[in-house]
């Protein structure tokens, strides 16, 4: 723009009049003026159109300039392209620098003639390389009459630009596929065909215009030497690929020096075998491996002296025991040009031995582990794994398996921790034994009392209805959610626990028990003791091994084998071939799983049942997944116009009422709203002393 702008000297203010406005114009050949304001801020542009627009009977030269002052003007950057602004509407624009300083003027015809010139000017540019392009090159309109050839597409074509340009295709040439590409759309490359013995490669594309094709262009290139040398250069590399394979994949140590002893090349195993970085030791001497006291004996001496194949033992009496042997490679002159150097390490056998001594300890660590998966197959659907801190947790649960302490399995809803506390059950000295598990937080407390004492005789009636802790006598009991259990049943089961005596409820006997403790509990136990919710006696008697359950979002190498195992176990299920799509499968990974493990196994079976084709999309796992965002939490509706005092209180109340009706508790109400507990429970007071208690 700053190019073919008019630079000004003078503007118009306050004090101008048309008159002097005019002057000015004719004497700066100017269309229109820019008028500033006393701050010199640009307020608009007095214009000969404006004037004439206004009536020449009305012009009076003494009449304020500001009279005429239109506001419907554009102002331009100096840096701005033509391309960009040469068709914006009006007659003439202020043109301003980057510090929004006014500095020119140009018109509508400027812009216009500047960008004919560019256009024009790039054409010659397009034309000129075209001309010189080495590849053929040939175009067609949408009636397939030829607009373009160019001097390197004659050749290939037959025929020459004055000949072609302006005939019909089939005219002038064998049909290539251009048409057909014309007619569908469709691109098509790397297409081969011979003029001759001439070998060509075409790429053909069609001309888009508004999303309909217009056109097709050719371009054209002779391959005919390249191809014979690609060929050969394809052989050469396959043979190379071959040997490189072959020695990257050595299990020996290989290095291979030229005449002089400089290594030219060696493969992993010489940096596993000497303990050190391989890939710098080519180009350096062997000679140095010498002097580094890596090897004793600089066998490329030996050999050049003794003229063919040598053997030698390097540090026999050190960790790594070596056998070296080096071959000379000849030239047609007798000289050695190259040596092949063999390295291999003789302990590898000892090592061997002990991998083999360790594997067969290993399969005797896990061989319950294994017979459980297979007696036990309902066990263990939840703790397939890939990760590290998983394969800590059942490494640290499989141990204390062994023993008959009891175990704390800590961690949110949905990780697995009940499959844990069966595994360590079913893997232990206890597993022909029965296994019991008793929900302490879905049961009111008197029925968790007979759920876990029994009920003896009550009104001289024998009711008989034994508990779950002499249900599980010589087997385990898992707890779960043992954090909710009521105080004065902690102290009962303390109690028991100490005694190894049973006394169930309304009964004056005791009975001897033997069971082993496993809890759950989505909080650390110390935490519930130091609030005064959980006895310390019990948490002392309990919390012997704790093992806390990593969340899924926690480990995610392991949420596609578990994501993989339940949809095959749903097609199994339901005679399914369900599979997700790569974009369904990172919207799973994406996903932050807050119900973890169980919350993952719902959604699969839910999609494996739904989903329409075979393939699971991205947008039917979107939908599963994000459909909680409709709910109305997130949704405020106003009907009406109220003081938005009372709106505001209105708001906390309901918003207040429904999250403690889905969540059930202050905590979970808490976290929902983003809130402290705290502040859930004064609203909660506030909300009901204003209801009258």
Same mark, same amino acid.
């Given at each position: 723009?700053?190019?073919?702008?008019?630079?000004?000297?003078?503007?118009?203010?306050?004090?101008?009049?048309?008159?002097?406005?005019?002057?000015?114009?004719?004497?700066?050949?100017?269309?229109?003026?820019?008028?500033?304001?006393?701050?010199?801020?640009?307020?608009?542009?007095?214009?000969?159109?404006?004037?004439?627009?206004?009536?020449?009977?009305?012009?009076?030269?003494?009449?304020?300039?500001?009279?005429?002052?239109?506001?419907?003007?554009?102002?331009?950057?100096?840096?701005?392209?033509?391309?960009?602004?040469?068709?914006?509407?009006?007659?003439?624009?202020?043109?301003?620098?980057?510090?929004?300083?006014?500095?020119?003027?140009?018109?509508?015809?400027?812009?216009?003639?500047?960008?004919?010139?560019?256009?024009?000017?790039?054409?010659?540019?397009?034309?000129?390389?075209?001309?010189?392009?080495?590849?053929?090159?040939?175009?067609?309109?949408?009636?397939?009459?030829?607009?373009?050839?160019?001097?390197?597409?004659?050749?290939?074509?037959?025929?020459?630009?004055?000949?072609?340009?302006?005939?019909?295709?089939?005219?002038?040439?064998?049909?290539?596929?251009?048409?057909?590409?014309?007619?569908?759309?469709?691109?098509?490359?790397?297409?081969?065909?011979?003029?001759?013995?001439?070998?060509?490669?075409?790429?053909?594309? %069609?001309?888009? &215009?508004?999303?309909? =094709?217009?056109? !097709?262009?050719? $371009? *054209?290139?002779?391959?005919? #030497? /390249?191809? @014979?040398?690609?060929?050969?250069?394809?052989?050469?590399?396959?043979?190379?690929?071959?040997?490189?394979?072959?020695?990257?994949?050595?299990?020996?140590?290989?290095?291979?020096?030229?005449?002089?002893?400089?290594?030219?090349?060696?493969?992993?195993?010489?940096?596993?075998?000497?303990?050190?970085?391989?890939?710098?030791?080519?180009?350096?001497?062997?000679?140095?491996?010498?002097?580094?006291?890596?090897?004793?004996?600089?066998?490329?001496?030996?050999?050049?002296?003794?003229?063919?194949?040598?053997?030698?033992?390097?540090? %026999?009496?050190? &960790?790594?025991?070596? =056998?070296?042997? !080096?071959?000379? $490679? *000849?030239?047609?002159?007798? #000289? /050695?040009? @190259?040596?092949?150097?063999?390295?291999?390490?003789?302990?590898?056998?000892?090592?061997?031995?002990?991998?083999?001594?360790?594997?067969?300890?290993?399969?005797?660590?896990?061989?319950?582990?294994?017979?459980?998966?297979?007696?036990?197959?309902?066990?263990?659907?939840?703790?397939?794994?890939?990760?590290?801190?998983?394969?800590?947790?059942?490494?640290?649960?499989?141990?204390?398996?062994?023993?008959?302490?009891?175990?704390?399995?800590?961690?949110?809803?949905?990780?697995?921790?009940?499959?844990?506390?069966?595994?360590?059950?079913?893997?232990? &000295?206890?597993?022909?034994?029965?296994?019991?598990?008793?929900?302490?937080?879905?049961?009111? #407390?008197?029925?968790?009392?007979?759920?876990?004492?029994?009920?003896?005789?009550?009104?001289?009636?024998?009711?008989?209805?034994?508990?779950?802790?002499?249900?599980?006598?010589?087997?385990?009991?898992?707890?779960?959610?043992?954090?909710?259990?009521?105080?004065?049943?902690?102290?009962?089961?303390?109690?028991?626990?100490?005694?190894?005596?049973?006394?169930?409820?309304?009964?004056?006997?005791?009975?001897?028990?033997?069971?082993?403790?496993?809890?759950?509990?989505?909080?650390?136990?110390?935490?519930?003791?130091?609030?005064?919710?959980?006895?310390?006696?019990?948490?002392?008697?309990?919390?012997?091994?704790?093992?806390?359950?990593?969340?899924?979002?926690?480990?995610?190498?392991?949420?596609?084998?578990?994501?993989?195992?339940?949809?095959?176990?749903?097609?199994?299920?339901?005679?399914?071939?369900?599979?997700?799509?790569?974009?369904?499968?990172?919207?799973?990974?994406?996903?932050?799983?807050?119900?973890?493990?169980?919350?993952?196994?719902?959604?699969?079976?839910?999609?494996?049942?739904?989903?329409?084709?075979?393939?699971?999309?991205?947008?039917?796992?979107?939908?599963?997944?994000?459909?909680?965002?409709?709910?109305?939490?997130?949704?405020?509706?106003?009907?009406?116009?109220?003081?938005?005092?009372?709106?505001?209180?209105?708001?906390?109340?309901?918003?207040?009422?429904?999250?403690?009706?889905?969540?059930?508790?202050?905590?979970?109400?808490?976290?929902?709203?983003?809130?402290?507990?705290?502040?859930?429970?004064?609203?909660?007071?506030?909300?009901?002393?204003?209801?009258?208690?």
């Amino acid at each position: 723009m700053g190019q073919v702008m008019s630079r000004l000297s003078i503007c118009l203010y306050n004090y101008h009049t048309i008159g002097d406005a005019m002057t000015i114009m004719i004497e700066k050949e100017v269309a229109g003026l820019p008028f500033l304001n006393e701050q010199g801020y640009l307020l608009g542009m007095v214009t000969k159109n404006q004037i004439i627009e206004k009536g020449i009977e009305n012009y009076v030269a003494g009449d304020k300039a500001a009279d005429y002052l239109t506001n419907r003007f554009l102002p331009l950057n100096e840096d701005a392209l033509l391309e960009d602004v040469w068709n914006l509407p009006f007659d003439i624009y202020p043109v301003l620098n980057n510090m929004e300083e006014l500095i020119g003027i140009v018109s509508k015809y400027s812009l216009l003639q500047g960008y004919f010139l560019e256009v024009r000017s790039r054409s010659q540019e397009l034309e000129a390389v075209f001309n010189s392009a080495h590849n053929g090159i040939l175009s067609i309109n949408k009636q397939g009459i030829i607009t373009s050839l160019n001097p390197a597409a004659e050749k290939p074509t037959r025929t020459t630009k004055e000949e072609a340009v302006g005939r019909f295709l089939n005219d002038i040439i064998i049909p290539t596929g251009l048409l057909e590409v014309l007619r569908n759309g469709i691109p098509e490359y790397g297409a081969k065909f011979q003029v001759g013995r001439r070998l060509y490669i075409s790429n053909r594309t %069609p001309i888009m &215009k508004d999303g309909e =094709v217009v056109g !097709a262009v050719g $371009v *054209f290139q002779d391959v005919s #030497e /390249i191809e @014979k040398v690609l060929q050969e250069l394809q052989s050469v590399k396959q043979l190379n690929e071959e040997l490189q394979t072959i020695i990257a994949s050595s299990y020996d140590g290989l290095i291979i020096c030229n005449g002089q002893g400089d290594i030219l090349r060696c493969n992993p195993a010489v940096g596993r075998i000497l303990e050190a970085p391989w890939e710098r030791l080519v180009g350096r001497p062997f000679k140095e491996l010498v002097d580094k006291g890596i090897f004793k004996n600089n066998i490329i001496q030996l050999v050049k002296k003794q003229g063919g194949f040598i053997s030698i033992l390097e540090r %026999p009496f050190t &960790k790594h025991s070596l =056998v070296i042997t !080096a071959n000379p $490679v *000849f030239s047609e002159e007798e #000289e /050695i040009v @190259k040596i092949v150097i063999n390295i291999r390490d003789m302990t590898e056998l000892e090592f061997l031995r002990e991998a083999l001594e360790e594997s067969k300890q290993l399969s005797e660590k896990y061989e319950s582990q294994i017979a459980l998966m297979r007696n036990h197959k309902e066990i263990g659907t939840e703790l397939r794994y890939c990760s590290i801190i998983m394969n800590n947790v059942l490494d640290l649960a499989y141990r204390v398996s062994q023993v008959d302490s009891p175990v704390v399995l800590v961690g949110e809803q949905g990780v697995g921790k009940e499959e844990i506390a069966r595994s360590i059950h079913f893997q232990s &000295k206890r597993s022909k034994g029965p296994f019991y598990k008793i929900n302490c937080g879905s049961v009111p #407390e008197h029925l968790l009392e007979i759920e876990l004492f029994g009920e003896g005789t009550f009104n001289g009636r024998n009711i008989g209805k034994p508990g779950g802790l002499e249900l599980a006598n010589q087997g385990s009991v898992y707890l779960e959610n043992i954090g909710n259990m009521p105080l004065n049943l902690q102290g009962r089961l303390v109690r028991v626990l100490q005694d190894k005596m049973l006394q169930a409820t309304g009964e004056k006997d005791r009975k001897s028990i033997d069971i082993r403790i496993l809890s759950g509990t989505e909080k650390p136990l110390k935490k519930l003791v130091e609030k005064g919710l959980f006895r310390s006696d019990l948490f002392y008697t309990l919390n012997i091994v704790p093992i806390k359950v990593p969340a899924l979002r926690e480990r995610k190498e392991d949420l596609i084998p578990l994501v993989l195992f339940n949809l095959e176990q749903n097609n199994k299920r339901h005679g399914f071939e369900k599979v997700f799509s790569p974009e369904a499968v990172q919207l799973i990974l994406d996903y932050p799983w807050l119900g973890n493990v169980r919350e993952m196994a719902n959604v699969v079976e839910r999609l494996a049942v739904t989903a329409n084709e075979k393939v699971i999309s991205a947008e039917e796992v979107d939908e599963v997944l994000y459909e909680k965002e409709q709910s109305p939490l997130k949704t405020v509706t106003v009907t009406g116009v109220v003081p938005l005092k009372e709106a505001i209180i209105d708001l906390e109340q309901q918003l207040l009422s429904l999250a403690m009706k889905l969540h059930g508790t202050t905590v979970k109400a808490a976290e929902a709203l983003g809130v402290n507990q705290s502040t859930v429970v004064r609203k909660l007071q506030k909300l009901k002393n204003n209801h009258g208690g």
